[in-house]
């Protein structure tokens, strides 16, 4: 169970952020060209971003004032655990990278197997006999039935081999 | 007799097609197991399907991918329960309230008997909710298809307003949640002068963000961080009753039926009136329902420790949520819930149009390979939903027990890894794009942040799909406008009525009403 004072800086932590992806979206929306209407296609990204921006500053208004509302269970971020969520987020990284290096039948393999060890399984011989048919299902659904574009690996094209995988 | 002429329409438009019963029943199956998965809900399962749905919906026919959606809505609803009842862990927000007492049934030797009442208040809600949606969908719709740009601007604004204020704990995070989906959803090419917007210089932003890697990344790769991090094994309490006195340990019996029917009824209400109010969804229906009828109990004190009414209470009440979320999507092209925002995409698909349009009889459309309007179509939608419940309430009648069983076996090591790889691949597939993944994996973080911090998902959604549909209503009502933004206030627009003004004074009726509620509850806590 969390503090109502860290329940207070997470919320400026919020207001911090939102505030950010406020002010972005502002200079995004100064970059749309304005056309000759009353109402034009900057309107409404800049009425929201600056709504952000306004409702950031009163998140923050709020915290500052201490009226953040109750403390529930599993709210912030005392209880995460930074090491797992770095793996699971790193596993997604390496499936993106490796998809792009090497084709999607290494990219999961290579990204199953890292999950696999981000949820705790250290067994090799079970890592193995897992991965190699769920890149195998994976590769037959999405490639094979649902056609897909298989696109080539920036470093090595696979798809000779495991289109004869999928029988195409 | 319209309506009856309709629906019977609608059975035999479905039972015509070939593919709708089976993909009803996998629906049914599919919704059970996703709920029953602690973590998992309706929408992840949609989630990772939809891809795969638009896919084949020329071979399936729309029919069957929209029947499909609309029942994994409905089963997952109840799947949950069999995780709160079992494990003591909602598989979804909507069986939260069940867990009181399905919980202390289970430890108690009558997890059976805890089990059926589910169903049975699950598809007695349900059947109530269909019943409210068929019957109300239409004769609104009748009234609203005679809205012009303002007043459906006003109705997005009335929505995104209500939705923000009653999805969240905190108005502000609600309405914060909202217009974070909103400025995501303006990213790509203007509808109307057909320039890029906001794309940052990423080419693959040039057709706007999809849905599919959005809805992937903040319900299922955020559930996957936070699995990651318990890495617990469910535990399930031993099913074994034969030890017990009581020989209708593994059932609900007749008396008891009869008992809490009065009860379901009135759940069924609460939770009809809630589902048809945007935003809010089932998890408030079960706590509503719980809340007033262990009030009006006489056996109030018992209440908590295992009784059949506890159960019955919150699970008609959030299955009767379903049917009536579909009002807001049908009659003004709001979705109610994350389910009914997905809907709209596939909608899309079959080229229609949501909102009130779709109850025309004319014209006839080539939906999923058939001839036909689109009020048999959507007729023969409800006709799935109905087949659906009964599909759902038969496997769990038999079937509870045993899916819990199985999801007690599953290794969540092995479970989870293979849910993550199965969702970074649906990601890529909904445009084949290495990019989607990424944004995937983006909102993933973001989905977990935005848990962890309180603010709303399901509202991130919802303003996503809509805000398209809301810019154009607002570049269009400016178009036709003589007097600027003034259009939306007054009564009158290109001499006729408008309905405008109503829309935006019920949007701050509703926050204010909220806002004082929430101050009030505040300072009760406080004294």
């Given at each position: 169970m969390v503090s109502d004072n860290y329940k207070v800086k997470i919320e400026y932590g919020v207001a911090a952020v939102i505030a950010l992806i406020g002010v972005f979206f502002i200079f995004q929306a100064f970059t749309i060209k304005v056309s000759g209407e009353a109402v034009g296609p900057r309107t409404m990204p800049m009425a929201i971003a600056v709504s952000l921006v306004i409702g950031a500053a009163w998140l923050a208004i709020r915290a500052l004032n201490g009226k953040v509302g109750e403390v529930k269970a599993e709210y912030g971020f005392k209880d995460s655990d930074l090491y797992r969520i770095t793996l699971v987020i790193g596993c997604g990284i390496l499936f993106v990278v490796s998809f792009w290096l090497f084709g999607f039948f290494t990219a999961v393999i290579i990204g199953y197997v890292a999950a696999l060890y981000a949820f705790g399984v250290r067994s090799k011989l079970k890592i193995c006999i897992s991965a190699l048919p769920m890149a195998y299902v994976l590769h037959w659904l999405f490639m094979g039935v649902m056609m897909l574009n298989d696109p080539r690996g920036r470093l090595v094209d696979l798809r000779p081999l495991t289109d004869v995988l999928i029988g195409n | 007799m319209m309506f009856f002429a309709d629906i019977l329409g609608g059975f035999q438009t479905f039972f015509a097609d070939p593919f709708a019963i089976w993909f009803v029943m996998l629906a049914a199956f599919v919704g059970i197991v996703f709920g029953a998965l602690p973590g998992l809900t309706a929408a992840a399962a949609i989630a990772m399907m939809l891809p795969i749905l638009i896919v084949y919906n020329d071979v399936i026919?729309?029919?069957?991918?929209?029947?499909?959606?609309?029942?994994?809505?409905?089963?997952?609803?109840?799947?949950?329960?069999?995780?709160?009842?079992?494990?003591?862990?909602?598989?979804?927000?909507?069986?939260?309230?069940?867990?009181?007492?399905?919980?202390?049934?289970?430890?108690?030797?009558?997890?059976?008997?805890?089990?059926?009442?589910?169903?049975?208040?699950?598809?007695?809600?349900?059947?109530?909710?269909?019943?409210?949606?068929?019957?109300?969908?239409?004769?609104?719709?009748?009234?609203?298809?005679?809205?012009?740009?303002?007043?459906?601007?006003?109705?997005?604004?009335?929505?995104?307003?209500?939705?923000?204020?009653?999805?969240?704990?905190?108005?502000?995070?609600?309405?914060?949640?909202?217009?974070?989906?909103?400025?995501?959803?303006?990213?790509?090419?203007?509808?109307?002068?057909?320039?890029?917007?906001?794309?940052?210089?990423?080419?693959?932003?040039?057709?706007?963000?999809?849905?599919?890697?959005?809805?992937?990344?903040?319900?299922?790769?955020?559930?996957?961080?936070?699995?990651?991090?318990?890495?617990?094994?469910?535990?399930?309490?031993?099913?074994?009753?034969?030890?017990?006195?009581?020989?209708?340990?593994?059932?609900?019996?007749?008396?008891?039926?009869?008992?809490?029917?009065?009860?379901?009824?009135?759940?069924?209400?609460?939770?009809?009136?809630?589902?048809?109010?945007?935003?809010?969804g089932s998890s408030v229906a079960c706590f509503v329902a719980y809340g007033e009828e262990k009030r009006k109990a006489k056996n109030k004190d018992q209440w908590g420790t295992g009784v059949v009414e506890g159960i019955a209470a919150p699970e008609s009440a959030n299955n009767a949520v379903s049917g009536p979320s579909m009002i807001p999507l049908l009659t003004l092209g709001i979705p109610g819930s994350t389910i009914a925002a997905v809907l709209i995409g596939m909608f899309l698909v079959n080229g229609l149009q949501v909102g009130p349009q779709i109850f025309a009889t004319e014209p006839p459309l080539f939906i999923g390979g058939n001839m036909m309007s689109p009020r048999e179509f959507i007729f023969a939608i409800f006709a799935g939903g109905l087949i659906g419940i009964a599909f759902y309430g038969i496997i769990g009648y038999f079937g509870a027990p045993l899916v819990g069983r199985a999801i007690a076996l599953l290794p969540t090591e092995y479970?989870?890894?293979?849910?993550?790889?199965?969702?970074?691949?649906?990601?890529?597939?909904?445009?084949?794009?290495?990019?989607?993944?990424?944004?995937?994996?983006?909102?993933?973080?973001?989905?977990?942040?935005?848990?962890?911090?309180?603010?709303?998902?399901?509202?991130?959604?919802?303003?996503?799909?809509?805000?398209?549909?809301?810019?154009?209503?607002?570049?269009?009502?400016?178009?036709?406008?003589?007097?600027?933004?003034?259009?939306?206030?007054?009564?009158?627009?290109?001499?006729?009525?408008?309905?405008?003004?109503?829309?935006?004074?019920?949007?701050?009726?509703?926050?204010?009403?909220?806002?004082?509620?929430?101050?009030?509850?505040?300072?009760?806590?406080?004294?």
């Open positions: - | 026919g729309g029919l069957s991918g929209l029947a499909f959606l609309y029942v994994v809505g409905k089963s997952g609803r109840y799947g949950g329960s069999i995780a709160a009842i079992l494990f003591n862990t909602p598989g979804t927000a909507a069986s939260a309230a069940t867990m009181q007492d399905g919980y202390p049934m289970t430890q108690s030797g009558r997890a059976g008997k805890a089990l059926k009442t589910a169903t049975v208040a699950s598809v007695f809600g349900d059947y109530f909710g269909e019943i409210i949606l068929i019957f109300g969908a239409v004769s609104i719709a009748s009234f609203t298809k005679q809205f012009g740009p303002p007043e459906n601007f006003a109705i997005y604004l009335m929505a995104f307003v209500v939705i923000g204020s009653v999805v969240s704990d905190s108005i502000i995070k609600g309405v914060l949640s909202t217009l974070f989906g909103a400025v995501v959803a303006l990213i790509g090419e203007d509808t109307i002068t057909g320039q890029f917007k906001m794309t940052m210089g990423i080419d693959e932003l040039e057709s706007g963000m999809a849905l599919v890697p959005l809805l992937i990344g903040v319900f299922v790769i955020s559930e996957v961080i936070i699995q990651a991090e318990k890495v617990v094994k469910m535990k399930m309490v031993d099913l074994d009753s034969s030890k017990l006195d009581d020989p209708t340990a593994h059932y609900f019996t007749w008396p008891e039926f009869k008992r809490c029917v009065p009860l379901m009824f009135r759940s069924s209400i609460y939770g009809s009136l809630i589902g048809m109010m945007p935003g809010l479970l989870y890894p293979f849910i993550f790889m199965i969702s970074l691949a649906a990601s890529y597939s909904s445009r084949a794009s290495i990019a989607d993944v990424g944004f995937a994996i983006l909102f993933g973080v973001i989905g977990y942040g935005m848990r962890r911090t309180n603010f709303s998902a399901a509202a991130f959604i919802i303003a996503f799909v809509l805000t398209t549909s809301m810019e154009t209503a607002f570049r269009q009502a400016m178009i036709i406008s003589d007097s600027g933004l003034l259009i939306f206030f007054k009564f009158e627009y290109m001499d006729k009525f408008s309905y405008a003004p109503i829309f935006l004074m019920i949007g701050a009726a509703v926050v204010i009403f909220r806002a004082i509620s929430t101050m009030r509850a505040r300072k009760a806590k406080t004294s």
